[in-house]
Nanobody, 124 residues
Framework: QVQLVESGGGLVQAGDSLRLSCAAS????????MGWFRQAPGKEREFVST????????RYAGSVKGRFTISRDNATNSVFLQMNSLKPEDTAVYYC?????????????????WGPGTQVTVSS
């Protein structure tokens, strides 16, 4: 059974940092791009960041560029999202996802495996 499980969420103050982790099991994703998405209450799920299968290519949403860093460790089948200078508008449930492709994009339909999500709450 393929599973993606996120961890590392929590309640922090504006300006703080958090590091999200995503552990995959059931199959290896070393040949798949991985991504992070988020969904705030009352809003649609939106793209945050993606990393290519080999880690050489990354992409970020404009709202997080310069503050968030995505990385991966294919040896442990894991993906990470380092979030710095957090803002209240970053409050959301954050989801890890595995793409069907070697290099991922921003569209949800490109990702066919999803984790249950982890809550990130940033207070002002």
């Amino acid at each position: 059974q393929v599973q993606l499980v996120e961890s590392g969420g929590g309640l922090v103050q504006a300006g703080d940092s958090l590091r999200l982790s995503c552990a995959a099991s059931g199959r290896t994703f070393s040949s798949n791009a991985m991504g992070w998405f988020r969904q705030a209450p009352g809003k649609e799920r939106e793209f945050v960041s993606t990393i290519s299968w080999d880690g050489d290519s990354t992409r970020y949403a404009g709202s997080v560029k310069g503050r968030f860093t995505i990385s991966r460790d294919n040896a442990t089948n894991s993906v990470f999202l380092q979030m710095n200078s957090l803002k209240p508008e970053d409050t959301a449930v954050y989801y890890c996802a595995a793409s069907k492709r070697l290099v991922g994009g921003e569209a949800l339909y490109e990702y066919n495996y999803w984790g249950p999500g982890t809550q990130v709450t940033v207070s002002s």
